[in-house]
């Protein structure tokens, strides 16, 4: 299942040509994940709160073409494998206006205990959840 998220692009995130930096791609992903994990009934804080964070141990983009100052973000952010211990993500992040892909990429995450740092196995409550957004 693919969720969409919105983000403009604000002053701050652009360089001195007006060009979207880009390492504000990797947040936008970020952007992308948490609203993916809204739309499965979970929430960061729950899952923090819960003692799970959520790390990034991979990551990629390709970047295609330039986004600017005041420009709306489409985030596409597809599920692309799940394990109870990893969960993985493409993205694409299009210009509203014109759909034109800005940049696609992907994400490979690690449940942890917040306690120990260690990867942990998210428990049921969770995990299924978010395996039925994988179908």
Known sequence: MITTAVHKVNFYDTDAMAVVHHS????????????????????????????????????????ISSGYFDDELIIETSPVALTKAKMSFDYRVLRAADNTVLVTG???????????GRITRLPDKYYDRLKTMLD
């Open 24 to 63: 504000n791609y990797i947040r936008w992903f970020e952007i992308g994940r948490v609203e993916f994990l809204r739309q499965a009934g979970i929430t960061l804080t729950e899952l923090m709160e819960a003692g799970y964070v959520f790390p990034i141990t991979e990551v990629s983009a390709k970047y």
């Open 106 to 116: 992907f994400t490979q995450n690690v449940f942890t205990s917040r306690e120990t």
